[in-house]
């Protein structure tokens, strides 16, 4: 059986019932669950969409499963790592950076992180999320693990169409991230973005305020790359 003009929503590693109940921590290779699904109802010509950090993953499932036909990073995500140390202080960043380069084992990273997510409640979520998505045991370990979430070694493999969403004040993903993701998607066969701004009340990550909004910009886009 074929599928057509369906949709088909699941919970692969790291997600859900897959995280929560199997204990399956995420992968960024994305393609190995998507090609499970996809052979399942042996599902040709498709469109894939990604959420949140789905914006990340779904370009990495398209570099390599070429039954993906259209793209969207619903919003774009292009490096986990750089969104996670967005929010944390200059030096620290620095610190990180070092220590990666150097491979320490991180006790004084996971020092100053566990110190930093008492002060920021935003800082604490997402580590500690980051931590239970990934199946890592400390901050500095989800940090690294973090560095392998990154679009820039595969985006030229991706030669789908690809629409790119964006919020103009996101408070994960700097808004400066969406041209660096638009240079790396060098073979796509059509790249078109849409910036969300705050008189459209949807400028928040995932166009939180006013979802409807994103829904009519992605149905609108399918219809003229058909």
Same mark, same amino acid.
């Given at each position: /059986?074929?599928?057509?003009?369906?949709?088909?929503?699941?919970?692969?590693?790291?997600?859900?019932?897959?995280?929560?109940?199997?204990?399956?921590?995420?992968?960024?290779?994305?393609?190995?669950?998507?090609?499970?699904?996809?052979?399942? #109802?042996?599902?040709?010509?498709?469109?894939?969409?990604?959420?949140?950090?789905?914006?990340?993953?779904? !370009?990495?499932?398209?570099? #390599?499963?070429? @039954?993906?036909?259209?793209?969207?990073?619903?919003?774009?995500?292009? *490096?986990?790592?750089?969104? &996670?140390? @967005?929010?944390?202080?200059?030096? $620290?960043?620095?610190?990180? %950076?070092?220590?990666?380069?150097?491979?320490?084992?991180?006790?004084?990273?996971?020092?100053?992180?566990?110190? !930093?997510?008492?002060?920021?409640? /935003?800082?604490?979520?997402?580590?500690?999320?980051?931590?239970?998505?990934?199946?890592?045991?400390?901050?500095?370990?989800?940090?690294?693990?973090? =560095?392998?979430?990154?679009?820039?070694?595969?985006?030229?493999?991706?030669?789908?169409?690809? $629409?790119?969403?964006?919020?103009?004040?996101?408070?994960? &993903?700097?808004?400066?991230? =969406?041209? $660096?993701?638009?240079?790396?998607? %060098?073979?796509?066969?059509?790249?078109?973005? @849409?910036?969300?701004?705050?008189?459209?009340?949807?400028?928040?990550?995932?166009?939180?305020?006013? =979802?409807?909004?994103?829904? *009519?910009?992605?149905?609108?886009?399918?219809?003229?790359?058909?």
């Amino acid at each position: /059986m074929v599928y057509r003009d369906a949709g088909i929503y699941f919970d692969g590693p790291g997600q859900g019932h897959a995280l929560e109940k199997n204990k399956m921590p995420l992968t960024s290779q994305w393609e190995k669950p998507v090609k499970v699904i996809l052979d399942y #109802f042996n599902a040709t010509e498709v469109t894939a969409i990604g959420m949140s950090l789905g914006g990340n993953l779904v !370009l990495h499932a398209a570099a #390599f499963e070429k @039954r993906i036909k259209k793209v969207v990073c619903f919003d774009i995500l292009p *490096s986990l790592f750089n969104c &996670v140390t @967005r929010q944390l202080p200059e030096s $620290l960043k620095k610190q990180i %950076s070092t220590d990666l380069d150097k491979n320490e084992n991180g006790t004084a990273i996971n020092a100053a992180l566990n110190d !930093l997510m008492q002060q920021s409640l /935003m800082v604490q979520w997402a580590i500690r999320q980051g931590m239970h998505v990934l199946g890592t045991k400390t901050p500095y370990d989800f940090i690294k693990q973090a =560095l392998t979430y990154d679009t820039n070694e595969i985006s030229a493999l991706v030669n789908q169409d690809v $629409l790119l969403l964006a919020g103009q004040d996101d408070h994960y &993903v700097a808004l400066d991230q =969406l041209p $660096l993701q638009m240079s790396t998607l %060098s073979n796509a066969h059509s790249l078109t973005a @849409r910036i969300f701004t705050d008189k459209e009340a949807a400028a928040n990550h995932c166009q939180l305020g006013n =979802l409807g909004l994103a829904i *009519s910009t992605i149905l609108n886009w399918l219809n003229q790359v058909q």
